[in-house]
C-alpha cells in the first residue's frame, strides 16, 4: 500500500498545481532578445553593486570566558544597575549628580568627573567624561573641587548645564566584610 503524505499528494490531486503546467506570465510572451536576434545584455538593475551581500556573521565574536568574581558582589552590582528590570526604568529629564571634578577641557566642552552612584537611574559610582551644555561652564570649576552637578537629557545623552559648590560631602564605602566571621578562633585541636 502506498502512503501520500499531503504535499506530495496534493501536487498530483490539485489542477494546475504541477510547476510545468504553469502557463508564462505575459510579458514573456512577447519575443525575447534570443529570439529577435538581438545580443543579450544583463539588465542595469541588476549590476555588481546592487548584488552586494552582507554575512549575517559579520559582528561575531568569538565566545571567551568572563573573569572570574565574588559572586555576593556580582549580584550587588546588577542590585546597582536596575537587576533584569533595568531597562523598563523610566529615564529621568533632569539628574543631580554629586562628584569631584577631575579633569577640565574646555576645547572639547566637557568635564571629567569621578561622580557618586545616581541611584535614580540605576548609576553606579565611577569617572566620566560629561558634555558641558555652554563652554562657558569649564570656567566655574577647577580640578579637586567637590561640586555638585545638574545633568539635563538632550537627545539620548545627558548634558551638564549647571554645577553646585555646596555638594554633599562623598559617602563613605561600607566596611568589607570579614571573610572569617563565624568561623569560631581555636574550633580545630
Known amino acids: 500500500m502506498l502512503r501520500f503524505t499531503w504535499p506530495l499528494a496534493a501536487l498530483f490531486i490539485l ?3 504541477s510547476p ?3 502557463t508564462a506570465p505575459p510579458s514573456a510572451t512577447a519575443a525575447s532578445p534570443v529570439q529577435s536576434g538581438a545580443a543579450s545584455a544583463p539588465p542595469a538593475a541588476l549590476s555588481a553593486q546592487s548584488l552586494r551581500h552582507d554575512s549575517a556573521l559579520t559582528g561575531y565574536r568569538k565566545y571567551r570566558d568572563e573573569k572570574l568574581a565574588v559572586w ?3 549580584n550587588d552590582t546588577a542590585g546597582v544597575l536596575g537587576g533584569h528590570n533595568a531597562h523598563l526604568r523610566a529615564v529621568a529629564a533632569k539628574v ?3 562628584g569631584t571634578v577631575m579633569e577640565i577641557d574646555p576645547a572639547q566642552a566637557r568635564v571629567r568627573i569621578d561622580g557618586d552612584a545616581v541611584r535614580e537611574l540605576g548609576w553606579p ?4 567624561f560629561w558634555s558641558l ?3 562657558g561652564l569649564a570656567a566655574q570649576v577647577r580640578p579637586g573641587q ?3 552637578v545638574t545633568l539635563e537629557l538632550e537627545g539620548d545623552a ?3 548645564t549647571a554645577f553646585d559648590h555646596n555638594a554633599p560631602p562623598r559617602p563613605k564605602p561600607a566596611a568589607a566584610a570579614d571573610p572569617h566571621a563565624g568561623h569560631g578562633a581555636g574550633a580545630r585541636k
Open 158 to 160: 545627558y548634558r551638564v
Open 96 to 98: 543631580n549628580l554629586a
Open 125 to 128: 559610582a565611577g569617572i566620566a
Open 20 to 22: 510545468a503546467q504553469q
Open 133 to 135: 551644555k555652554s563652554p
Open 72 to 74: 555576593r558582589d556580582v
Open 146 to 148: 567637590r561640586v555638585a
Open 15 to 17: 489542477p494546475g498545481a
